[in-house]
């Protein structure tokens, strides 16, 4: 799981350990290893070091891991691809740093017979019947205990440092100080979650996903309107 400190690295991280999988995480840096380990990743590597594929591949029985989550982009996906052993699939799930050179066909193909799969949330929300499913697997997740910590918390007056800190990789940096006051683990408010997810404490809610949502805007209706959700940020009014 490439950017294994970051909002979703987080959230696929914790949900792979409560499927029973082994998680291999990557970061930017060792001031963000923390962040995933306690995530959950059995192994943090740090993806700027020139080995870490072949440690990848050495850990995952010297042939590669099974599946390969890359949020990453640029020309970090061809050494994903690398870090995959035969038959199995690399996820492309954004390009945070920057376009995607062209993947030639034999990168995936023998001997290593790899799929490459670039999933889209944007092409679930064109399909209603499909984003429900989605929606409803997640809601089942949350409801039966997955969490994910917000980055940070910022006051509505700062929004454009909020984002600049987002852009900038810096939100996970700022947790520290969030969790003294709501604790490592916070089980975020889930009361009434088929409704509305209600705050109990004055902020823009954050939802265990790590998403921010409005007060009281029906569940349905946040899910289908991506424009409600900020990512990793809440904003106190």
Do not use: C
């Not at 020309?75 to 954004?94: D, I, K, N």
């Not at 910022?154 to 600049?164: F, G, I, P, Q, T």
């Amino acid at each position: 799981v490439h950017a294994g400190a970051g909002g979703l690295g987080q959230l696929v991280t914790r949900l792979a350990k409560r499927l029973g999988a082994n998680v291999i995480a990557t970061v930017g840096s060792e001031a963000k290893a923390g962040f995933a380990y306690e995530a959950g990743a059995d192994v943090v590597l740090l993806h700027t070091s020139e080995d870490w594929v072949e440690e990848t591949r050495r850990i995952a029985d010297r042939r590669g891991v099974h599946l390969a989550v890359d949020g990453i982009g640029g020309t970090m996906l061809s050494q994903t691809l690398a870090s995959v052993r035969p038959f199995g699939m690399v996820a492309s799930l954004g390009q945070a740093a920057g376009p995607i050179p062209p993947i030639q066909i034999e990168e995936l193909t023998a001997p290593r017979a790899i799929g490459l799969s670039r999933p889209s949330v944007l092409t679930y929300a064109n399909d209603p019947e499909l984003y429900r499913q989605g929606t409803a697997a997640l809601m089942a997740e949350l409801q039966a205990g997955l969490v994910n910590p917000i980055g940070a918390e910022y006051e509505l007056k700062d929004a454009a440092r909020a984002h600049a800190d987002l852009e900038a990789g810096r939100a996970a940096q700022l947790a520290n100080a969030l969790n003294d006051r709501f604790g490592a683990a916070r089980a975020y408010p889930t009361t009434d979650i088929a409704g509305t997810l209600a705050t109990a404490d004055g902020l823009i809610h954050a939802t265990p996903t790590g998403m921010a949502q409005h007060p009281g805007l029906p569940l349905d209706a946040a899910l289908l309107e991506p424009r409600h959700w900020v990512a990793d940020i809440v904003y106190v009014p």
